[in-house]
């Protein structure tokens, strides 16, 4: 296996305007150290209202909120804490029918291997257990990709439900 990277960082630039032209209201996090670049850009935007909270299910119920009371959320955190609000992710986004889009880092992401070879079981599982609940995934590896955030956004306000985008590498 070589040390050739698979996956290229996004520069937050990039992403920060993606997420302006979905039209995005809010962007909810808990503090994530692979998409920190895009959090620090998206502090200085007096536009989209940036609200850090404790947990990801407090994440997932104040897009809930959010979404019902008009705003458009957006929720950025890493795939281990996504793990974490799995029981939120079913009770709230998907029973409840909530379009929830999470921009969702893969903290622990081996670059130079493919996803199914990484050591991080974080990494390895999350697509399986996503599709296991029926959540769509779109991965974000390169700039090139961050155009199925949009997708992704979109499919999860028409399928009024849950869907991750990924991000695999940290964002430059």
């Known amino acids: 296996m070589t040390n050739t990277a698979l996956v290229e960082s996004i520069p937050a630039r990039q992403l920060h305007a993606a997420i302006k032209a979905l039209g995005v209201t809010h962007v909810l996090t808990v503090p994530d150290t692979h998409q920190k670049s895009l959090l620090a850009s998206l502090r200085d935007d007096r536009e989209i209202e940036l609200v850090t909270l ?14 019902m009371g008009g705003a458009e959320p957006l929720v950025l955190i890493q795939n281990v804490g996504l793990f974490a609000a799995m029981n939120s992710l079913r009770g709230v986004a998907i029973d409840m029918a909530v379009p929830t889009c999470l921009l969702t880092g893969q903290y622990g992401r081996d670059i130079t291997r493919p ?41 999860s306000r028409e399928r009024r439900g849950p869907v991750v985008v990924l991000v695999g590498a940290p964002t430059a």
Do not use: H, Q
Request: charged share 20%.
């Open 115 to 155: 996803v199914a070879e990484n050591r991080a079981s974080a990494v390895r599982l999350i697509e399986g257990v996503l599709a296991s609940m029926d959540v769509p995934t779109y991965a974000v590896d390169r700039p090139a990709d961050v155009p199925l955030l949009a997708k992704g956004f979109a499919a």
């Open 54 to 67: 404790s947990t990801e299910d407090e994440a997932i119920c104040v897009n809930a909120g959010l979404w």
